[in-house]
């Protein structure tokens, strides 16, 4: 251990760096703060209707491994980089490293507000889902006050568990990615013993209910046959992401080179494989498709109404419930460091210094986290306030997150198929797929975006398009005008070696030796 760690020290100082955040976490909790964010209870049961009101069983018996294996070429090409650059922030660091600062720069403001956004959406989902579940009881109502209420309590709970310490947020990850699993399975039995017969061939069954009754809440234009199929690849894709949070908690993670590209591929293997198990029972225990694609986004509640014992149905819901709220917790995690990291190297306009402070006594970003978890809260309250040509903004924005996200993975892979091997590039880390691999993958990334970009941007979401258009023109332009001339970017060559002395003090001062 105390080998490792020093070895995940001495990368940081080469990187220009000091060991601030407390280097407290093992492989598997890498993997779960990964597994965590994923939460297949999360997105794979608050997006379902994606699902069922598109092209139906087929879209989780054959939809959902298509989707994993997209999303899970990504994580095989960021695995690659993260062995060789294991730095917090890595998407911005990788983006910087394999192109220039433009790119590290663009690379940042697209996992940020990917980052910040989705923190809101994930929160935004728990609330609805425990409106679903148990609103009635508690007098919950679909408002505009109680929904944002609902959304700042739960992000505070979630901040204030990482303002003190990653010993206990990891703790509390593990403890997820146990929950997780066992609620996966726990639900395959339910629905499997829940089942009024076993119509296994729903599995492989296409259908095409974009546009009809009750779908058309979730589609409401009626497409083809394979489109239909293509949107409901939204649902794993939605799903299965996140996992650059192991990248995002390298400096708090021992042997760093190794157990961050294994908790980044591992967690997409892990999450499509129970993802799989407990929708495709789903899909064989609801009583009829056509009537379950007429639910829209509450077919997930609809089919434990119908099928499942009230008591049972209760217990799971909470232990969903609890896993949801840890998914949030995760995500403050991952994009706190994001910010952390970016701010460190002057990222942030005029606050950078701020949120690039680490607190001595919990050895955390606290500025960062705070700062990340109320723009969530924020960015929830104006957008759900404001309506664009009749549909609210935050419905809008969010279609636009995920796509940001991947454009961030996407960026510093293309980037990485140009660079490696050469002098930006010269070396592979421990986990190594080989050039010749890291290129095919790299490949297969870019493709994928392509695809992810062209079925993300379809009604109702085809505001993303504009969005997405318009924030790279903004960006291109603040760039062009200011940013160029103050951003200086991670520190290379002669900076390195000049921030030796100022390292050593640093690490001092958090009793790093």
């Not at 402070?357 to 050895?363: A, E, L, N, P, Q």
Request: proline share 4%; charged share 10%.
């Amino acid at each position: 251990m105390a080998n490792h760690i020093s070895e995940d020290k001495k990368i940081l100082h080469d990187m220009g760096y000091a060991q601030e955040l407390a280097r407290t976490m093992g492989k598997f909790s890498n993997f779960a703060i990964s597994f965590s964010i994923i939460c297949i209870l999360s997105g794979g049961i608050n997006s379902l209707g994606q699902a069922t009101s598109g092209a139906g069983g087929a879209a989780i018996g054959i939809g959902w491994p298509v989707g994993v294996v997209i999303s899970g070429v990504f994580a095989l090409a960021l695995a690659q980089i993260s062995s060789a650059y294991p730095t917090a922030g890595g998407l911005y660091h990788w983006g910087s490293i394999l192109g220039n600062r433009f790119t590290g720069w663009l690379s940042a403001w697209l996992n940020l507000l990917g980052l910040v956004t989705v923190l809101g959406a994930i929160n935004v989902g728990t609330f609805y889902f425990f409106f679903g579940a148990f609103g009635s009881m508690f007098g919950l109502e679909d408002t505009l006050t109680h929904r944002v209420v609902f959304v700042a309590v739960i992000t505070g709970l979630q901040a204030i568990i990482n303002h003190y310490g990653i010993r206990l947020t990891a703790k509390l990850t593990d403890f997820s990615g146990y929950l997780i699993l066992g609620t996966a399975v726990l639900l395959t039995v339910v629905f499997l013993a829940s089942a009024n017969s076993f119509e296994i061939s729903r599995l492989w069954t296409f259908h095409n209910y974009t546009g009809t009754e009750g779908a058309s809440g979730v589609w409401p234009l009626a497409v083809s046959g394979l489109m239909a199929f293509l949107l409901g690849l939204l649902l794993p894709i939605y799903t299965i992401t996140g996992y650059d949070a192991s990248a995002h908690t390298s400096e708090e993670t021992t042997d760093a080179a190794r157990s961050v590209p294994s908790g980044m591929v591992s967690s997409v293997i892990w999450s499509g494989l129970f993802g799989w198990l407990f929708l495709s029972a789903f899909i064989i225990m609801i009583p009829n498709m056509d009537e379950a694609a007429k639910q829209g986004w509450n077919v997930f509640f609809w089919g434990m109404d119908q099928q499942v014992n009230p008591t049972i149905k209760n217990v799971l819901y909470i232990l969903i419930f609890v896993a949801q709220f840890l998914c949030g917790l995760a995500t403050v995690t991952s994009a706190s460091r994001m910010l952390y990291a970016f701010s460190r190297d002057g990222g942030i306009p005029a606050a950078s210094k701020a949120l690039a402070t680490v607190s001595v006594k919990h050895r955390t970003p606290v500025a960062a986290i705070w700062t990340s978890s109320i723009l969530a809260v924020l960015f929830v309250w104006l957008t759900s306030a404001v309506t664009i040509a009749g549909t609210p903004a935050y419905s809008i924005v969010v279609s636009c997150t995920v796509i940001f996200l991947f454009l961030s993975f996407a960026l510093p892979i293309a980037l990485g198929f140009i660079a490696i091997g050469g002098p930006k590039w010269p070396k592979m880390g421990p986990w190594n797929l080989g050039i010749g691999m890291y290129k095919l993958v790299a490949v297969l990334s870019v493709l994928a975006m392509v695809l992810i970009f062209v079925i993300g941007i379809q009604p109702p979401n085809d505001w993303a398009l504009i969005i997405t258009v318009g924030f790279f023109l903004l960006s291109l332009a603040i760039w062009v005008l200011f940013e160029n001339k103050r951003f200086r970017g991670p520190p290379i060559g002669e900076e390195i070696k000049r921030r030796q002395a100022e390292i050593a003090q640093t690490e001092a001062k958090f009793g790093e030796r």
